[in-house]
């Protein structure tokens, strides 16, 4: 991981609570380890249970969340956690269904992803009013601060994740980025965006929205290579998650300086040099810590972040570390 870019950009977080910058993996041992034994063992007499509501998919993303979700559940099930697990697909009744089940279902935590607040404003203070934790992961960061039984956010903080691309293309020498936005009513996509451009310039990034870009990739590469056409300045492309972006590769002229947020098979391209980097955000940590994070509340009154976001990224993969991440992916945990 670039560890420069990593310090630089989250100190600003370090007065305020728990900081993990891509080593969250070592703060799931440590949580876990013989100091809270007994409190763990207690919750073996009375089951609880705990949601997790996305508005993922099943793709390359959220398939590795979900495992970490499967693998927390695993570690945790004798200590009497039961998970259930919601996977929306950017459907906002299907997600806001999800979080009114888990409120009816009796559940002590709901850990929810929230890619539009105003969607999820209803349900989840009606759930935090009745006296159920609220842990948001992913998107969402600062949506939900006020409610009374808010407790953290995990997951990279967008804007300096966007600044964090910006630097990789400035430093690749590009003039002009072309973003794809691939998610309307994602508040977390365009904060990226933002990001990047507070680094390049506005006028040196342009930003087309494409909703639903994952579910037509014909159209949205046809939009993508229309884009490059229209605009002859464009020399570098950015996709917002690797399902958008691999596709496109055929669409951008040669010799295009591509970089892409997550991971999934973008390590490939990498290697072979059609890629310069992908952002990580490590959503395996994003699944597994809710739930050690929930179990340690509802067992102990244990708190993390102190009112900060617990990071879980961003890191930079690029073609010094891709050999390396590969092969944690194909275990399916990157």
Sequence with gaps: MDKDFIDEELTQF??????????????????????TAAAFAA??????KVAVVTHGDTGSFWSVFKKGVDQAAKDLKSRGVS????????????????????????A???????????????????????????ITVNSGLGAFDSLP????????????????????FKKAGAKKVLIVIHEASNSAL?????????VLGASNVKVITIPNAKSD??????????????????????????????PCLSSVPKGTKVGTFDVGGSIKQIQAGKMLFAIDQQQYLQGYLPVVFAVLYQTNLNTVGNGAPVLTGPGIINKANAAKVAALAKKGTR
């Design 14 to 35: 370090s007065r305020r609570g728990l900081i993990l910058k891509g080593g969250a993996a070592a703060a799931g041992l440590t949580v876990l380890s013989s100091p």
């Design 43 to 48: 919750s073996n007499a009375s089951t609880f």
């Design 83 to 106: 998970v259930t697990q919601v996977y929306a697909n950017n459907d906002v009744p299907k997600q806001v269904a999800g979080i009114n089940a888990a409120v009816a279902s009796g």
């Design 108 to 134: 002590k935590v709901i850990a929810t992803s929230v890619p539009d607040a105003s969607a999820l404003k209803d349900p989840l203070r009606k759930a935090s009013n009745k006296g159920i934790e609220i």
């Design 149 to 168: 039984t808010y407790e953290v956010h995990i997951g990279q903080t967008e804007d300096v994740a966007g600044k964090g691309a910006g630097k990789q």
């Design 190 to 198: 365009v904060q990226r965006a933002s990001g990047v451009k507070s």
């Design 217 to 246: 990739i014909p159209g949205t590469k046809a939009k993508v290579k229309a884009a490059f056409n229209a605009d002859k300045k464009l020399d570098s492309f950015l996709g917002l998650d690797p399902d958008v972006t691999i």
